[in-house]
């Protein structure tokens, strides 16, 4: 057996405070139902931010602040390690210093979901959990079935029915079982939930399991690597659940916590919705600390379609935190920020992406950009997974 000199030490409920050994498969939080969060030990790790810079290879480069423990755990197709692509027509356009896209649609299932699979497999395997489930609005499924068809474990995938064919075929074709539900992904949600119960199925959905964000944090651990252990003046992430948004800002405190930054001030965090399905831009219009559910929701951006995301404290905590705001932009605008990130800089991005890039050139009309800032846009996923939104904005 080969150790990952992994730190982590428990799991701790975000909401209530209550702990649990390594080994506790209860999720969420049996107390509360608050979501755990694992922790670690920073003053045991041991290895430099030289050594993290040498090794090549996936996500796991970061495996000290992963809460994987044996090596043969890890299930992997060398996720992560995505570029940070420059894009200096956009900075002409919005008139700032510097714009870059973290394009994490260049993962092996070309979404950043595939962060999450890969840490919540492992994780499964590391408990013994010969079957998972997962409810999704598409990418998560996906991904989840790509990894534990190479674990060797199964998978069961709720999707609905407006999830894209892609995805469809794709959960099949790595040989899950795939289940269809009617309405919106909260409706999919609520059929997963029965399923669940009356299965005892393992869940790998985001916030349901403590290693499912970790995975997700290691985004990033990177863009602060990149950026030479500094990072970008603004962020702008596309939020549905929120979950990668959250590893952003877990993985600002943890290196500042280790003493690994240049520069402790952190990025500010800015949160990208759609005027369709807006619940926690709403919040921090509104100045409060817990989103509303939001009636209604539609989007075509199906990833940002989320109108009661759980962990919206949390959000709202990395937003306030680090001086950052929310916007919310119209399908259409989204879509032309998607057209934006191909004409000017090359990159495929899908709507949800675009929804950030669009949020960040209005800010920057209305003039809340400054000339000297840095800008970092995260391409949650490749423009693959959206050409029949995107055909629409050709027409």
């Not at 919106?184 to 916030?207: C, H, I, M, P, S």
């Not at 349901?208 to 252990?229: A, C, N, S, V």
């Amino acid at each position: 057996m080969t150790q990952t000199n992994s730190v982590v030490s428990h799991f701790e409920c975000y909401d209530c405070g209550s702990t649990y050994d390594l080994e506790h498969t209860e999720f969420p939080c049996p107390e509360c139902g608050g979501i755990l969060d694992p922790q670690y030990d920073y003053h045991d790790v041991e290895v430099s931010r030289d050594e993290i810079e040498s090794r090549n290879g996936s996500m796991w480069k970061y495996r000290e602040l992963l809460p994987i423990l044996d090596t043969d755990d890890i299930v992997s197709m060398g996720e992560g390690n995505t570029p940070i692509v420059e894009c200096p027509k956009l900075a002409e356009e919005m008139g700032v210093a510097r714009v870059a896209i973290k394009d994490e649609g260049q993962n092996p299932t070309n979404t950043f979901k595939d962060r999450g699979a890969s840490a919540s497999v492992s994780g499964a395997c590391q408990q013994g959990i010969p079957e998972v489930a997962i409810p999704s609005a598409g990418n998560a499924g996906q991904a989840a079935s790509a990894y534990t068809a190479r674990a060797g474990i199964d998978c069961t995938v709720v999707l609905n029915y407006q999830s894209n064919d892609i995805q469809k075929t794709m959960v099949e074709a790595h040989g899950a079982d795939l289940h269809l539900a009617d309405g919106k992904l909260d409706k999919a949600g609520g059929t997963f939930g029965e399923l669940r119960d009356d299965n005892g199925w393992y869940t790998v959905a985001t916030f349901q399991t403590p290693f499912r964000h970790e995975g997700k944090k290691t985004m990033g651990l990177e863009i602060f690597e990149q950026y030479d252990w500094d990072s970008p003046d603004e962020i702008f992430y596309p939020t549905g659940g929120g979950v990668g948004l959250i590893g952003i800002w877990k993985a600002y405190q943890e290196l500042a916590e280790m003493g690994w930054l240049e520069d402790e001030t952190p990025p500010s965090l800015h949160v990208a919705q759609s005027t369709g399905c807006a619940p926690v831009v709403q919040a921090i219009e509104e100045h409060r600390d817990e989103h509303e559910a939001w009636d209604c929701p539609e989007s075509i951006g199906r990833g940002i379609e989320v109108p009661d995301p759980g962990a919206s404290p949390w959000i709202l905590e990395a937003v306030y935190e680090t001086g950052g705001t929310g916007v919310a932009v119209s399908d259409s605008e989204a879509l032309e920020g998607a057209l934006a990130a191909a004409r000017h800089a090359g990159i495929e991005m899908c709507v949800e992406p675009g929804a950030a890039l669009a949020a960040a050139m209005q800010m920057a009309e209305d003039g809340k950009l400054d000339e000297d800032d840095e800008i970092l846009i995260i391409n949650t996923g490749a423009g693959n997974k959206a050409t029949n939104a995107l055909s629409y904005a050709l027409d």
